[in-house]
């Protein structure tokens, strides 16, 4: 090699330095949207085959047999199919429904469609009394379910709804409801400019398999005499009937429209709204030792030991310079011992309104961001279709009571009394 082509070899110059080497650049092009693409359509490929599938399998288990099968079990045949579409997550699919020639052909395939449908309904609906605007509504619709809805669509659903709320809140009461929890919930509404108080009764009941129920949910121009009879009319005239027990509180008219209706049924006070009455004639530094002794009294074997604590806590009352809290707990307290007439395992249910007061509470978050509803009829219409929505869920599909109990207990009084004459 000459001198003149060697290579300079200087520690440290810059021609030791080893090179950078130059990028390669995009060597694969990834079109994100062309992927996102075709998986969407795999699953909702996937889900189409599948929900077919699952149909022609209901199909084949009506008819007895698999299509074209010879077979001695085979109680009816196919007669094609009709196609419907159905809305998913996944985007929309085609369903191939199954028709046979003398059966109707009943799928719990239909009929969770049928459900989701109800529940995307009344999601629209409750979305639109909470004050979303009817343009918010279709994006939120084209965001969850991929399909964007219209103001009239909006408008149309809202009249479905109605149609199928206002039927659910008069189908007939079927069967027998010793227990039946009763309560009022007030909402606001705008009137004339204004905005005036409204109030929404409401009544559950525990039936004879120990499942709870909504019985009914009505407007009340207020929480009076008349309004509590109108919705005991309401009630009595669908079939409710065998209460044997009305819990709630000691609302003004209910005790006195309970005796016209229902003169056979006893009245239960909820404790806890009892105990809030007494603990309003109470100084703050009392409320603690005196809701220990209320407690106490409440927490006896029996009527006899309840009625023997409460003279030993009314004369503890007066000891203390309770006197107006002495008297009403001398008075009233009776009213809060009906629960002892029934088995002490229902005892801790029937004292109070608790299983209504959840629900209630449930309802008071879901209308609070209404606001002031544009009628009393819009008002009943959301806290109707809310209730119904939480008794087709595990609310009510889930045993509250062993009835049992009770229809022991009326036996062994029967028999007593039997003996007795």
């Known amino acids: 090699m000459s001198e003149e082509n060697a290579t300079p070899t200087v520690a440290g110059s810059p021609a030791s330095a080893p090179q950078p080497a130059k990028p390669l650049g995009e060597v694969i092009h990834i079109d994100q949207d062309l992927v996102q693409q075709h998986l969407g359509e795999v699953v909702r490929s996937t889900v189409e085959q599948t929900l077919n599938a699952m149909l022609d399998a209901d199909a084949d288990r009506l008819c007895g047999a698999q299509r074209y099968a010879h077979s001695p079990e085979r109680v009816d045949t196919r007669a094609g199919h009709y196609e419907r579409q159905?809305?998913?997550?996944?985007?929309?699919?085609?369903?191939?429904?199954?028709?046979?020639?003398?059966?109707?052909?009943?799928?719990?395939?239909?009929?969770?469609?049928?459900?989701?449908?109800?529940?995307?309904?009344?999601?629209?609906?409750?979305?639109?009394?909470?004050?979303?605007?009817?343009?918010?509504?279709?994006?939120?619709?084209?965001?969850?379910?991929g399909t964007r809805v219209s103001p009239s669509t909006v408008s149309e659903l809202n009249q479905k709804i109605a149609g199928q709320i206002e039927a659910w809140r008069n189908q007939p009461i079927e069967g027998e409801h010793a227990y039946v929890f009763m309560d009022g919930l007030w909402l606001k509404r705008s009137w004339g400019g204004e905005v005036k108080n409204v109030s929404v009764l409401v009544a559950?009941?525990?039936?004879?398999?120990?499942?709870?129920?909504?019985?009914?949910?009505?407007?009340?121009?207020?929480?009076?005499?008349?309004?509590?009879?109108?919705?005991?009319?309401?009630?009595?005239?669908?079939?409710?009937?065998?209460?044997?027990?009305?819990?709630?509180?000691?609302?003004?008219?209910?005790?006195?429209?309970?005796?016209?209706?229902?003169?056979?049924?006893?009245?239960?006070?909820?404790?806890?709204?009892?105990?809030?009455?007494?603990?309003?004639?109470?100084?703050?530094?009392k409320v603690r030792p005196v809701a220990a002794m209320l407690k106490a009294i409440h927490a006896s074997e029996d009527r006899a030991a309840a009625r023997a604590k409460t003279t030993l806590v009314v004369e503890r009352l007066r000891e203390m310079k309770l006197p107006a809290a002495a008297t009403l707990v001398e008075q009233s307290i009776e009213e809060t011992?009906?629960?002892?007439?029934?088995?002490?395992?229902?005892?801790?249910?029937?004292?109070?309104?608790?299983?209504?007061?959840?629900?209630?509470?449930?309802?008071?978050?879901?209308?609070?961001?209404?606001?002031?509803?544009?009628?009393?009829?819009?008002?009943?219409?959301?806290?109707?279709?809310?209730?119904?929505?939480?008794?087709?869920?595990?609310?009510?599909?889930?045993?509250?009571?062993?009835?049992?109990?009770?229809?022991?207990?009326?036996?062994?009084?029967?028999?007593?009394?039997?003996?007795?004459?």
């Open 86 to 145: 159905l809305h998913t997550k996944a985007g929309e699919v085609t369903l191939r429904v199954p028709k046979l020639r003398s059966l109707p052909f009943e799928t719990a395939i239909i009929e969770r469609y049928r459900r989701r449908e109800t529940s995307v309904e009344e999601a629209l609906l409750e979305m639109y009394y909470a004050g979303v605007s009817v343009r918010r509504v279709e994006d939120i619709t084209e965001a969850l379910w």
């Open 337 to 421: 011992f009906s629960y002892y007439a029934f088995p002490s395992e229902h005892h801790r249910s029937l004292r109070t309104n608790n299983p209504l007061e959840r629900i209630m509470r449930e309802i008071r978050r879901r209308t609070r961001v209404v606001g002031a509803f544009p009628d009393g009829n819009s008002a009943l219409l959301l806290v109707s279709a809310r209730l119904r929505h939480i008794a087709g869920k595990t609310w009510g599909a889930k045993r509250y009571l062993d009835m049992t109990r009770l229809k022991n207990l009326q036996t062994e009084a029967a028999v007593s009394q039997d003996q007795t004459a």
């Open 204 to 285: 559950i009941g525990v039936n004879q398999d120990g499942y709870r129920e909504v019985l009914g949910v009505a407007e009340g121009t207020k929480e009076d005499k008349a309004s509590w009879q109108a919705f005991l009319r309401h009630l009595k005239g669908r079939g409710l009937q065998g209460v044997k027990l009305f819990i709630g509180d000691k609302c003004l008219g209910l005790v006195e429209s309970l005796g016209e209706f229902y003169p056979e049924a006893a009245f239960q006070r909820c404790v806890v709204h009892f105990y809030r009455n007494v603990w309003s004639l109470v100084p703050a530094t």
